[in-house]
């Protein structure tokens, strides 16, 4: 089992930025694939970024690209998603997630363990 948490989530006007922490246990996190998801009310959750367990296999979202930096410290079981330029579209339960095995790393049900969101609200 992995156990994960996210933090660093808040509100944000139009133009700013946050980085978003997400610290894993339980399980050696190491060789894990990482990701970020978002999720509105309403919608299916949606890809952001993804990351294979080297720190290879580096992928976004049209819609963050150039904006959004996803990174892991595997020293310190942790992942991060750092966030520029944020629009009031980036508005969202933003949502970390690990797998040992990811074969699209786009798709959400390529996942098993999954935090329990942080809320990332950015203000017109």
């Known amino acids: 089992q992995v156990q994960l948490v996210e933090s660093g989530g808040g509100l944000v006007q139009a133009g700013g930025s946050l980085r978003l922490s997400c610290a894993a246990s339980?399980?050696?996190?190491?060789?894990?694939?990482v990701g970020w998801f978002r999720q509105v009310p309403g919608k299916e959750r949606e890809f952001v970024a993804a990351?294979?367990?080297?720190?290879?296999?580096?992928s976004y979202a049209d819609s963050v690209k150039g904006r959004f930096t996803i990174s892991r410290d595997n020293a310190k079981n942790t992942m991060y998603l750092l966030m520029n330029s944020l629009k009031p579209e980036d508005t969202a339960v933003y949502y970390c997630?690990?797998?040992?095995?990811?074969?699209?790393?786009?798709?959400?049900?390529?996942?098993?363990?999954w935090g329990q969101g942080t809320q990332v609200t950015v203000s017109s």
């Open positions: 997630t690990a797998d040992p095995r990811v074969v699209n790393p786009a798709l959400a049900r390529a996942y098993g363990y």
């Open positions: 339980g399980r050696t996190f190491s060789y894990f694939s």
């Open positions: 990351m294979g367990w080297s720190g290879d296999r580096i």
